[in-house]
Structures are given as structure tokens and as C-alpha cells.
């Protein structure tokens, strides 16, 4: 079964901050693979996907995203972080496998602070 | 386009009782799925439904159910409720489904409370 780990449970940053936040996952096959984003009080939103192709994924809000096959790795970032994205972050995977009829797997989450 | 709507947003339950949730895909979508959410165990995935047919279930016990409609609208029951049942409940949809490349749309999920 696939599973995902996501390395910061809680991560506190000052605006203009650099933000990487980590997501691993151990699916051997193809894969594809999501962040996701909750604001307070909001619904999950997609924040960039990645199903195949450049690597390098850009998404909304200047976020951006780093699929490495060798280390298992699709990790976030963002060059300069501002108070409004204090949310909870979700790294998610899909596996290929039976038309990736498995559903999304998350991972526990990020819950991320900015201080102003 | 309106998003993906759930009913009831919020509701309370006695441990015993059994309890639906409702879901509305955003137009032309054929597939919805449902998750749950809880502080321990995070997201989870229940199951998926394509054409009103389920396509996977996740690791949950039988008296979680779900059936979709030729509309595409999707319900799930959850019968015999037990308080670890207590959750957030989310429905998404999407076109094709997962694995397919399409983005997947979450609701803003049903709180259920159980006592």
C-alpha cells in the first residue's frame, strides 16, 4: 500500500520567508502527485498536480513543486511567503496502478504560520 | 460553475443511530469520491464512484456505504454509528476520477458529531 510522509507537522515563518515544506511517498510505480491547501475555515483547494512531464510543476499563488523520482520527493516551495498563506498543507498521491481507481492517499499535513 | 456541495454541513448523531450524507458534483462531473478527516488519522479515503459504479473502497468497515445516482450525485450512509466516527466528511468530484489527470474538487464537507 502506498503511504505518504510529510516531515514538518508545524512549520512558523516571518513574511518574505523562503518556505520548502517536505512529502515523501513509497509507491514504486507511477505515480501522480498533489498539494493540496486548507485556509481557515475553507475547503480544500489544489495548490499544483503532477501526472507527468517537466518535473518542475508551478501551481497558484507562487507555489511550486519538485518531483524527484530517485528520492521519492515532491516537495513545496515558495521563494517569499506572506501572512496569507497560513493554512494547513496537504501532500497527496495517487498510484497509476488499476487507472489509479485507489483514491488520493494524503499525508498528515503541514500546518503552516506566518508571522507578520 | 457551481462547486462541489454537501448537505447537511453539520449534524449531530447518537452512537447507534445511522446517518446520510448527501453530495452534488459540480455539473458534468461523473465521478465523486469521499474521505474522511479526523485529527488522528488525517484524510482517508472511503470510496470512489464512477457512473454509479463503486471503483475502490478504502480500509473502512462495512457499515460504510455509498451508492451514486444516474445523476451523478452520490450519498453515503454510515449505519450503527460508534464515536470514533465522529469527523469531518469530505466529497470530491471530478471529471474522470483520479488517475485519469484531472483535477479533483473537494466540498466544503459534512462535520458530523456523534454522542
Known amino acids: 500500500a502506498q503511504s505518504v510522509s510529510q516531515h514538518n507537522h508545524h512549520v512558523i515563518l516571518s513574511e518574505a520567508a523562503s518556505l520548502e515544506l517536505g512529502c515523501n511517498y513509497s509507491?514504486?510505480?507511477?505515480?501522480?502527485l498533489f498539494w493540496y491547501v486548507q485556509y481557515p475555515g475553507q475547503h480544500l483547494q489544489l495548490l499544483l498536480k503532477?501526472?507527468?512531464?517537466?518535473?518542475l510543476v508551478k501551481g497558484i499563488k507562487g507555489f511550486e513543486a519538485e518531483f524527484i523520482k530517485s528520492k521519492f520527493s515532491f516537495n513545496l516551495r515558495k521563494p517569499s511567503v506572506q501572512w496569507s498563506d497560513t493554512a494547513e498543507y496537504f501532500c497527496?498521491?495517487?498510484?497509476?496502478?488499476?487507472?489509479?481507481?485507489?483514491?488520493?492517499?494524503f499525508g498528515k499535513g503541514t500546518h503552516l504560520i506566518i508571522q507578520p | 460553475k457551481a462547486g462541489v456541495t454537501q448537505t447537511p454541513r453539520y449534524l449531530i448523531k447518537t452512537r447507534g443511530q445511522q446517518v446520510t450524507l448527501s453530495c452534488s458534483p459540480i455539473?458534468?462531473?461523473?465521478?465523486v469520491s469521499w474521505y474522511q478527516q479526523t485529527p488522528g488519522q488525517g484524510l482517508q479515503f472511503l470510496f470512489e464512484?464512477?457512473?454509479?459504479?463503486?471503483?475502490n473502497k478504502g480500509n473502512f468497515p462495512g457499515r460504510f456505504s455509498g451508492r451514486q445516482f444516474s445523476n451523478s450525485r452520490s450519498e453515503m450512509n454510515v449505519s450503527t454509528l460508534e464515536l470514533g466516527d465522529s469527523a469531518l466528511y469530505l466529497c470530491?468530484?471530478?471529471?474522470?476520477?483520479?488517475?485519469?489527470?484531472?483535477?479533483?474538487?473537494f466540498g466544503e464537507g459534512s462535520w458530523l458529531t456523534v454522542v
Open positions: 464512484y464512477f457512473s454509479e459504479t463503486q471503483r
Open positions: 509507491y514504486g510505480g507511477t505515480v501522480n
Open positions: 455539473s458534468g462531473h461523473r465521478s
Open positions: 470530491a468530484s471530478s471529471p474522470q476520477g483520479t488517475g485519469t489527470g484531472n483535477t479533483i474538487y
Open positions: 497527496a498521491v495517487n498510484s497509476d496502478e488499476r487507472g489509479g481507481a485507489d483514491g488520493l492517499t
Open positions: 503532477y501526472f507527468s512531464g517537466d518535473p
